[in-house]
């Protein structure tokens, strides 16, 4: 079975661009989230999408925005791309996200995002 | 807002020795869940073990296991007959959404 796949692996933008950035959840998952993980620290959550609706929130400004489409791939759009948003995007899928659940988050290869 | 502290950047063991990688984190809840991610060089997360605030036994996943202190909010990895494969960056997560800074670990021959 195919894992979390995501699209493009690598990407260079200038400052003011906008960028999407895609994934596919594992087939039967619901739930997806999305990380931003700056060179050196661990991952920050971003989002989390449940059966296409916004589940969580993390603490990044409106410039980034989600969603989550009716065959449960997500999009992760950033607009006005500061250079501080050069980072690894992390997306993960589960089957319904509730960390009660006994079913882990599967994460994807990332995109790595540049600014320049 | 939970935190998570890796106070260990950097850390080495020689192969098949054991080592231990601590976590601390703050949180007013009392249910919860605790993980442990490996995040090779080719960088995709993987989960290595997880941890149920609730749940007094420590987990134990083959050569890994944790010691949970939940009083102390304590949540250390350790990793036994460490392998070459073992090295990697180690995060520990709360919840499943906050992640600390990291370990990089890095297991000599």
């Known amino acids: 079975d195919a894992g979390v796949t995501q699209s493009p692996t690598h990407l260079i933008k200038t400052r003011g661009q906008h960028v999407t950035l895609r994934c596919s959840p594992i087939s039967g998952h619901k739930s997806v989230s999305w990380y931003q993980q700056v060179l050196g620290q661990g991952p920050q959550f971003i989002f989390q999408y449940y059966e296409k609706e916004e589940r969580g929130r993390g603490n990044f400004p409106d410039r980034f925005s989600a969603r989550q489409f009716p065959n449960y791939s997500s999009e992760l759009n950033v607009n006005a791309l500061l250079l501080g948003d050069s980072a690894l995007y992390l997306c993960?899928?589960?089957?319904?996200?509730?960390?009660?659940?006994?079913?882990?988050?599967?994460f994807g290869d990332g995109t790595r995002l540049s600014i320049l | 807002a939970q935190t998570v502290t890796q106070s260990q950047p950097e850390m080495s063991v020689q192969e098949a020795e054991t080592v231990t990688l601590s976590c601390t984190y703050d949180t007013s809840e009392s249910n919860y869940y605790l993980f442990w991610y490996k995040q090779p060089p080719s960088r995709q997360m993987i989960l290595v073990i997880r941890q149920e605030a609730y749940k007094q036994q420590n987990a134990t996943e083959n050569r890994f296991s944790v010691n949970f202190q939940k009083a102390a909010k304590s949540f250390s990895l350790k990793i036994s007959d460490s392998q070459l494969g073992d090295t990697a960056m180690y995060f520990c997560a709360f919840d499943d959404m906050r992640f600390g800074a990291g370990t990089r670990l890095t297991v000599k021959p």
């Open positions: 993960a899928s589960s089957w319904t996200g509730a960390v009660s659940s006994n079913q882990p988050q599967h």
